[in-house]
C-alpha cells in the first residue's frame, strides 16, 4: 500500500501559480463561469478563496473546475483554512473545503445545483475542540463500496490526524477508474474504497438525465470548493497514471496503472 513515487517533473501543475487558466467557476444561482465576488482570486501565488464581497453566503456554494477530465491519476492539493467564516455559513461549513474526483462539468449542472455529482475528498481543519480528520469522504449524488459492500452514507471519516491552525497540509485522492480509490494526507494512507458511482441524494436541482444513479464513474471533472470558509491552495498539481508501459520505451514509468501504447517514444 505505499504511496506512488514519480519524478518531481511528472507532475502536470493544475495551478499555474498566477492565473485561473483552465478553470472555470460554477457557484449556485449562477452561470458557469460566472466568478460571483471574485470568490476564487490568485493573490501573492497563491490560490485563494475568499467572500469580502459577500454580505451573506445564502448557500452559495461554488466549485471550480479544471479544464480536463481524467481517469486513472493521482491529484494533490496543498491547503490551509485562514481567518473567519463567512456570516450566514452554515455551521458544518467552518473550516470545510473539498477536492471533488469524477465529477460531472460546469457545464452540465443546474443553475441553482449546489454541488456538482461526484466523490468528494472533504477537507476539514480543526477547531481547538478535539478531533477532526481530513481527506474525509463525502458523496453529492454518488456511493461507493467498501469491505465488499455498497456504502451509501453521505461521509466517512478518514484516519489522519487533525489540523489545527492556519498550517499547510498536502492531501492527495489517488483515483484507478472505476476501481480503487486511495485517500493520502501528508504521505499516509487515510481512506480506502472503491467502485465509485451515481446514486444517493446530498444533491440537489440537478438535471435527472445526468443523473443515472448506479453508473460507474470511470472518469470525471476535478473541483476546488468554496464553502463559506476562506481557504488558499499554494499547489494543485495531477499525476497521469495513463501512459506507455513498454520498458524499451523512453517515456515508460513503473507507476503507469493504465496503458496507453500511442504514448510510447522510442
Not at 476564487?40 to 448557500?59: A, I, M, T
Not at 480536463?68 to 473545503?97: I, M
Not at 489540523?163 to 472505476?178: K, L, Y
Request: net charge neutral.
Amino acid at each position: 500500500m505505499a504511496q506512488i513515487d514519480a519524478p518531481k517533473q511528472d507532475w502536470i501543475q493544475l495551478f499555474n501559480g498566477k492565473d485561473l487558466k483552465d478553470w472555470t467557476v460554477k457557484i449556485t444561482g449562477q452561470n458557469a463561469g460566472v466568478n460571483l465576488g471574485n470568490t476564487f482570486r490568485v493573490e501573492d501565488g497563491l490560490l485563494k478563496v475568499r467572500y469580502d464581497q459577500y454580505k451573506e453566503f445564502n448557500s452559495q456554494f461554488g466549485h471550480m473546475f479544471y479544464k480536463q477530465k481524467f481517469s486513472h491519476y493521482v491529484v494533490a492539493a496543498e491547503y490551509r483554512f485562514v481567518g473567519d467564516q463567512c456570516p450566514g455559513g452554515p455551521g458544518w461549513a467552518t473550516r470545510n473545503s473539498g477536492i471533488m474526483v469524477h465529477g460531472q462539468t460546469p457545464e452540465s449542472m443546474g443553475k441553482d445545483q449546489d454541488f456538482p455529482i461526484s466523490i468528494e475528498v472533504q477537507l476539514l481543519g480543526g477547531l481547538g475542540k478535539g478531533p477532526r480528520t481530513t481527506a474525509n469522504l463525502c458523496t453529492p449524488g454518488t456511493n461507493v463500496v467498501r469491505d465488499g459492500k455498497l456504502f451509501t452514507p453521505h461521509c466517512v471519516n478518514a484516519t489522519s490526524p487533525t489540523f489545527d491552525g492556519d498550517q499547510w497540509v498536502r492531501v492527495e485522492a489517488e483515483v484507478h477508474g472505476s476501481g480503487i480509490v486511495k485517500h493520502w494526507v501528508n504521505g499516509q494512507l487515510a481512506l480506502t474504497y472503491e467502485q465509485p458511482q451515481i446514486g444517493g441524494g446530498s444533491v440537489s436541482k440537478f438535471d435527472p438525465a445526468v443523473k443515472k444513479d448506479g453508473q460507474l464513474l470511470e472518469e470525471g471533472t476535478i473541483s476546488l470548493q468554496s464553502e463559506s470558509h476562506p481557504v488558499d491552495f499554494r499547489k494543485v498539481e495531477l499525476l497521469s497514471l495513463v501512459g506507455c508501459k513498454d520498458q524499451k520505451a523512453k517515456n515508460y514509468r513503473p507507476y503507469f496503472t493504465r496503458e496507453d501504447k500511442s504514448a510510447c517514444r522510442y
